[in-house]
């Protein structure tokens, strides 16, 4: 079988019957027992979390506040699943050895000591918590608070500070635009942050663009940004530090109202504003009909598939899945005819970095856990964002918030006709018809979809029922733009008056554990070279065909293939120790579709923090230290980053039979 992932961008590989839908737990023994097997990876349950809160709000050590009143407190900002070790899971699924203790990771960001530091805790066991130890980093042991993900609290300090700010420019901004901050009823400004926030460790100030304050207000820039010094905890304390308009640097706010009241500025004024392009009305006309309504799906029968919590069993298939809440789904033990395949097949990160003429078209580099991939999972449309027969799932995260929160209807999970035969064959002898024989190409879809500010990513993972495995994003929402100016169009598009679409990548990092037949696995590279033989029945004629040529990769630093190098059609991942029916060892394969390529260059200042973006596909020994390529905190501390992906490679562990 092949496993065949189309992913987005950098595609990570680490190597490291009738059914029916059933919500909740099933008092038939198989699926109760599958069903608590997949427990194990079950995300927190709202009683779980609270648990976890209430046992740390009770520690007076640690002076936590429920709702942070100011920025310098100590808050919990998260509250998600510590997953067991494999070792420990595997013990469990496949030896009927004691199920893992339950545990939560807590991240808290202490603002109330002399040293402000951010501090991950592992608490447990769950559902009644009696201990709480520090989780520390292989590469980092203290995390700096200026590397935090920006809060609720923090951008209602921002907010304030830009109402305030802005007042004695306001009219600059009305003259410019039509539109304001204050007194402003249908014609008001928003703002936008961009990050990461700095240009080296340990600071906290960036740019914020002005626009237009309209639905898709990330399209209606007015051409005005500003840097913003936020790195002291009292916002007293906060500046605008430059100011940018109409393509001239400003020192500050007195500084560029005094050169405009000098008129010593290039001034300029936007068309007057008629109506909202970016609206999701829609308009125009088209050369069919369209207010009908298109063709639908339906279960003539039920659904051939089966929820017990979080298991789910489809044709062959059976996984378990989670929402993680800093960077989104994962799916574990993935079976085919009870057979593993994949321990862990999971997100780990998302980015956007952009170019421009703008501070913030030049600036913008967004890592996309670091704002809570996996919680901005909200309620999914019936019959848009999935079929009307789907089955929908709730999901409930803690994040920057005091309770925890439901995400209702924020998975959904569906079979899905493909419309294209998996297999067929029509056969005759040009005259005489014999037979036909054909099988039809249905899937099953898990989806959800984050929407981190303009983004929306819409994640699939696909299972079909040949045996292979599919994982698909698909971006939609608004996309991020800057005001245009003649002097932009090597970094984007014009797409209408006065707004530039600057060019941007994404890349999306996925890990993937497989276990092929066991976890004593192998990976090697097929390549095809063509051979010039004699022809053994026509001597003097030779044949040129190809021939496979297999190399087994022994090292990570052999198994990491860059961009721009070389790369392998074929990624075999196999188990030599164990045999198919033909004597042939039981074997998966990656298919990798991507035409991105990097996104800095190697070593350049940001770019440690993505060092992962660096490989197509990097193959490395599987190790508790090693459990996710990203952070929460390698947004806006990239110089530094908590986890550098190429320090997995670094240590080129041997990777035969592991």
Known sequence: PLVKLLMGAANILWITNLLWTVMGSSNDPYWFEEQNKASVFADLSPQEISSVQNFLMEKKNLNLVLVQETIDQNVILMIELKVPP???????????????????????????????????????PLPNPRYYRPYIYQRKKEINFESRPLTKKELEEIDKKVFEI???????????????????????????????????????????????????????????????????????????????????????????????????????????????????????????????????????????????????????????????TSAGIQLFDIKYNNERIVYELSLQEAL?????????????????????????????????????????????????????????NALCIFELPTGIPLRRHHESDYEKFKFYGGVPNNVLVLRTISTVDNYDYIWDFIFYQNGVIETKVSATGYMQTTFFTPDGTPYGSRVNAGVLGNLHTHMVHYKVDLDIAGTENNFETVKLQYENISNPWSPGDFIVQKRMVHTQITTEKKAAFSFGDPFPSFLMFQNPLVKNKWGSPKTYRIQYNSNVNSVLPKGWKEENGVTWSRYVLAVTRQNESEVTSSSIYNQNDPWDPVVRFEDFIENNDNIIEK
């Open 86 to 124: 494999k070792k420990q899971v595997l013990n469990f699924l496949d030896n009927n050895g004691p199920m893992p203790q339950r545990e939560a990771k807590v991240v808290i960001l202490f603002g109330d000591q002399a040293n402000p530091n951010v501090t991950e805790l592992i608490v447990g």
């Open 352 to 408: 956007a970095f952009y170019s421009g003429v703008t501070p913030c078209g030049s600036q913008t580099k967004y890592l996309d856990s670091g704002w809570g991939m996996g919680s901005v999972s909200y309620e999914m449309v019936k019959g848009i964002d999935c079929p009307e027969y789907a089955t929908f799932l709730d999901v409930y995260h803690f994040y920057d918030t005091n309770k925890p929160i439901q995400h209702k």
């Open 166 to 324: 802005t007042t004695d420019f306001d009219y600059i901004l009305l003259e410019t635009s039509g539109f304001s901050f204050h007194n402003c009823s249908d014609r008001c400004l928003a703002y936008n942050s961009i990050a990461p926030q700095g240009l080296k460790s340990g600071e906290r100030r960036t740019w914020f663009q002005i626009m237009r304050s309209l639905d898709g207000f990330y399209l209606h820039p007015i051409g005005i940004e500003f840097l913003l010094n936020f790195h002291s905890l009292n916002p007293k304390d906060w500046l605008i530090e430059i100011i940018f308009y109409n393509g001239q640097y400003f020192d500050g706010v007195d500084d560029f109202i005094t050169k405009y009241n000098r008129k010593a500025v290039r001034k300029f004024r936007l068309p007057p504003y008629e109506n909202n392009f970016s609206t999701y009305i829609p308009r125009g006309h088209y050369k069919t009909s369209t207010n009908i309504h298109g063709p639908s799906i339906c279960e003539n029968e039920g659904k051939r598939y089966k929820v017990v919590g979080n298991y789910v069993a489809y044709t062959g298939w059976s996984f378990a899945y989670r929402i993680r």
